[in-house]
């Protein structure tokens, strides 16, 4: 589906302040939305299955060893530990759930428990299944399909002009090169970015028609949560109507993708999340993110069936094309037992959430300097002053 405007009209649109201009472009961008996908949504939720020391050096990113922000650190989930978060994630409403680890590729060991991982989720839920979990190949790419997963997530983070501030380690060609190979082994892509991590405003719209060249089926956007003691800990976040304009930007340059907004969005947002909505999207990450904390999932619910769309989960595993799940070729029957009939609505309720024990983070003992030299910013905005904690 080709963007439905220029680019010189996204750069006109993006340097919109008037209130009252951005809303009559947020009008504009519902009515796209509505157009193509009805009332219908797609709520996602993600496990962290692998989190933290990872050897990439992300310029955002908690997990990174180069960062020395705290992070949840903990091996390789279990595929049994996975379904339970995958059982508190359909509780709480979510129709998808992302099974993610840290960093670039994952070992044989690794991988083959999240291909368990992705056979329990499919034989015990009633969710569409995703993983991220960094480059892989075709035939990687290939088992996940096997094993049930319909999706898979493959961020460019950014626009390829700025994408070497971001990250030294990890290059644009290889993301390009993984999000083919997903597309080849015939699985959905997933593919989005981050914004506020310094790019401008020429370089939001590159970005973003860039991933209409991409064309994926789905389309994160995170919003920098500056994480102290990450290259970008120091950044301010963005003004809430800068970012609905840019979600609705994004809307109608790649009109047919399914929208998300991930990370960030309670900080940068508050009650502009509601806006957000309006602004084209069709569903939001539930639960917790990969380092941070989330949303109650009744006020994530409310936020949709409030602006007249539908969250109710579909009980056929998948298996029938939607707007919302265009493939439909999940095969399988909906398991006779799921939590389809309670919904959960906060996370105190779901344990396999509880902040205390899954997103525990911990001190790094010793941090090695950038590979790109940049220095870790933002840890003198949270340090205590000596002086007043002897006080
Ligand atoms: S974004 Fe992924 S690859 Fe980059 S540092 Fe974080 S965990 Fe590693």
Redesign the pocket.
Known sequence: MPPLITREEALALGELEDHQEIEALIDRAWQVRVERFDDSTDMCSLVNAKSGG?????G?????KY?EADTPMHAMMSADQILEHAKAAEAAGAHRFCMVT???GLSKRDFQKIVDGAKLVAEHTNLKRCASI?HMSVDRAKALKDAGIQRVHHNV?TAESYYPEV?ST?RYEGRIRTIDAVREAGLETCVGGILNLGESREQRVEMAFELATVDPTSVPINLLNPRPGTKFGDRDMMDPWEVVKWVAIFRMIIPGALFRLCGGRNENLGDFQKMAVRAGLNGVMMGNFLTTLGSEPEDDRAMFEELGLNTARQDDNGANPRPDNRAGWLDGATPAQTPVDRLIDRQDEAPMWDPATQLRHKKKESVPPRPDGAPNRGLEIVQVDPRQEAA
């Open positions: 990872c050897a990439e050096d992300c955002f990113c908690a997990q990174s960062a840290q960093g670039q960094g983070e990250s990890v």
